[in-house]
């Protein structure tokens, strides 16, 4: 069964600046099955990037997912207020059970 | 646009049976390339599937292996949604509990829709 970690628990930045999330896997993710959600307080996750790479509908293009195999990084590349929140990632495989990490808590420094 | 609209008390009392329904708009409980999923949060877990049902020429259905001999992922095609039923439950069922849609992409399900979520307190 997959597990995934994500770093740093916490990350404190400012407007402006750019943010590197980052998640392992405790074993290859088959076919890049990997996707990232932000929440934010009291809202569901919203998907931001599946495949590891590809925006989903609407996501801005500040957004980006990159990785392969057992290393993944979203990067959100000039922070606006509205993206300091909570993002996971998630394994979304052919079986169950379908894992996501921990959470990273993005917060304004 | 797809729209996942869940319904259900946010109280249930120890060992008694946690009932939750997902009603949907923009899609179909019925449609082949989606699958219907229940995910819960809380702290101590974190984001955890539970169990999902999907239609494939019959009905199939997945559950979590935390859960298996609780629950129960039901779809009502005359009402176009479906429902979660977990008995048994204990003040380590408390959570927030969410519906999801899956899509899927090579045979794997993505979760692109998601409910409002409804926040469950197992207390008597």
Same mark, same amino acid.
């Given at each position: 069964?997959?597990?995934? $970690? !994500?770093? =740093? #628990?916490?990350?404190?930045?400012?407007?402006?600046?750019?943010?590197?999330?980052?998640?392992?896997?405790?074993?290859?993710?088959?076919?890049?099955?990997? %996707?990232?959600?932000?929440?934010?307080?009291? !809202?569901?996750?919203?998907?931001?990037?599946?495949?590891?790479?590809?925006?989903?509908? &609407?996501?801005?293009?500040?957004?980006?997912?990159?990785?392969?195999? $057992?290393?993944? $990084?979203?990067?959100?590349?000039?922070?606006?207020?509205?993206?300091?929140?909570?993002?996971?990632?998630?394994?979304?495989?052919?079986?169950?059970?379908? =894992?996501? &990490?921990?959470?990273?808590?993005?917060?304004?420094? | 646009?797809?729209?996942?609209?869940?319904?259900?008390?946010?109280?249930?009392?120890?060992?008694?049976?946690?009932?939750?329904?997902? %009603?949907?708009?923009?899609?179909?409980?019925?449609?082949?390339?989606?699958?219907?999923?229940?995910?819960?949060?809380?702290?101590?877990?974190?984001?955890?599937?539970?169990?999902?049902?999907?239609?494939?020429?019959?009905? #199939?259905?997945?559950? %979590?292996?935390?859960?298996?001999?609780?629950?129960?992922?039901?779809?009502? $095609?005359?009402?176009?949604?479906?429902?979660?039923?977990?008995?048994?439950?204990?003040?380590?069922? /408390? %959570?927030?509990?969410?519906?999801?849609?899956?899509?899927?992409?090579?045979?794997? /399900?993505?979760?692109?829709?998601?409910?409002?979520?409804?926040?469950?307190?197992?207390?008597?």
């Amino acid at each position: 069964e997959i597990e995934l $970690t !994500q770093s =740093p #628990g916490t990350l404190s930045l400012s407007p402006g600046e750019r943010a590197t999330l980052s998640c392992r896997a405790s074993q290859g993710v088959d076919s890049n099955f990997l %996707a990232w959600y932000q929440q934010k307080l009291g !809202q569901a996750p919203r998907l931001l990037v599946y495949g590891a790479s590809t925006r989903a509908t &609407g996501i801005p293009d500040r957004f980006s997912g990159s990785g392969s195999g $057992t290393d993944f $990084t979203l990067t959100i590349s000039r922070l606006e207020p509205e993206d300091f929140a909570v993002y996971y990632c998630h394994h979304y495989g052919t079986s169950p059970p379908y =894992p996501f &990490g921990q959470g990273t808590k993005l917060e304004i420094k | 646009q797809v729209q996942l609209q869940q319904s259900g008390p946010g109280l249930v009392k120890p060992s008694q049976t946690l009932s939750l329904t997902c %009603a949907i708009s923009g899609d179909s409980v019925s449609s082949n390339n989606v699958a219907w999923y229940w995910i819960r949060q809380s702290p101590s877990r974190g984001l955890e599937w539970l169990g999902r049902t999907y239609y494939m020429s019959t009905w #199939g259905h997945d559950y %979590a292996e935390s859960v298996k001999s609780r629950i129960t992922v039901n779809p009502d $095609t005359s009402k176009n949604q479906f429902s979660l039923h977990l008995t048994s439950v204990s003040p380590e069922d /408390t %959570a927030v509990y969410y519906c999801a849609r899956g899509i899927y992409e090579r045979g794997a /399900t993505r979760f692109d829709f998601w409910g409002q979520g409804t926040r469950v307190t197992v207390s008597s």
